[in-house]
């Protein structure tokens, strides 16, 4: 299981939101290369970037921190928030990215995403699947549907999708543990499918649990900043896994 280590971005800041609420907003640190660089010096390989002002502004905004992180580190970087054109992949490509993801974009324009599919794959692009109970959530989860997450994924995944990100809004910041059964449900509907699970770790034993259900990936993001889980735990667990 890959540890997924997060940084999302507000004015080019290394920040944490809870449960998606800009109004909850928590600067941790200023220089988001510094951030970045410890997780490499840690042994971490990949990097779950976020671009919440572009998530807002429904376009692609932080992409000079995507283009300093991916050009003076080594990490493969996913990249979120604001891809919402042709225009905005291509930034975001062109800036080093390796993976996109895209979950407003697949609810709300899905010619488009399934256009980004045929063009680069399913190894390239990540779908977005946060969910409210068991609801798609999009935009910056400001916005609920009434689509069922698993429906919303499956159908997807007929359509070429390997890869999933998938937090459960109502567990995102509040360190108490993440969406097991959400992550169980996925797998059982879609059993070949890379499940990257998001939101609410709290602990090394989360992990540790995550890692028994055989997802692909877990982000990990305020357990970090609040001092749940150290570096150097994410390292050897990393290096077991």
């Not at 779908?127 to 409210?132: E, K």
């Not at 937090?167 to 509040?174: I, N, P, S, W």
């Amino acid at each position: 299981m890959h540890i997924i280590p997060a940084i999302d971005l507000i004015d080019g800041k290394c920040v944490r939101l809870t449960q998606g609420d800009y109004a909850q907003k928590k600067i941790y640190n200023e220089n988001p290369l510094e951030v970045a660089q410890q997780f490499e010096d840690a042994g971490l390989k990949r990097l779950h970037l976020v671009d919440l002002d572009g998530a807002k502004a429904k376009k692609v905004v932080n992409w000079k921190v995507l283009e300093q992180l991916a050009g003076k580190t080594g990490l493969h970087i996913d990249f979120g928030g604001g891809v919402q054109s042709d225009a905005d992949l291509d930034i975001v490509w062109n800036c080093g990215a390796r993976q996109v993801t895209g979950g407003s974009i697949a609810v709300k324009n899905p010619e488009l995403f399934e256009s980004w599919l045929e063009r680069f794959g399913g190894e390239q692009i990540i779908l977005g699947a946060d969910a409210r109970n068991e609801k798609v959530a999009v935009s910056g989860w400001e916005e609920g549907t009434s689509i069922w997450v698993y429906d919303f994924v499956e159908g997807y995944v007929a359509k070429g999708v390997k890869y999933v990100i998938s937090t459960d809004v109502a567990k995102d910041g509040l360190l108490e543990g993440p969406s097991f059964d959400l992550y169980k449900n996925l797998q059982d509907k879609c059993p070949d499918l890379h499940i990257i699970a998001s939101g609410g770790v709290s602990g090394m034993a989360d992990l540790e649990a995550l890692a028994e259900q055989k997802v692909f990936g877990v982000i990990v993001g305020k357990a970090i900043y609040e001092g749940r889980v150290t570096l150097k735990e994410l390292e050897l667990f990393q290096s077991r896994n």
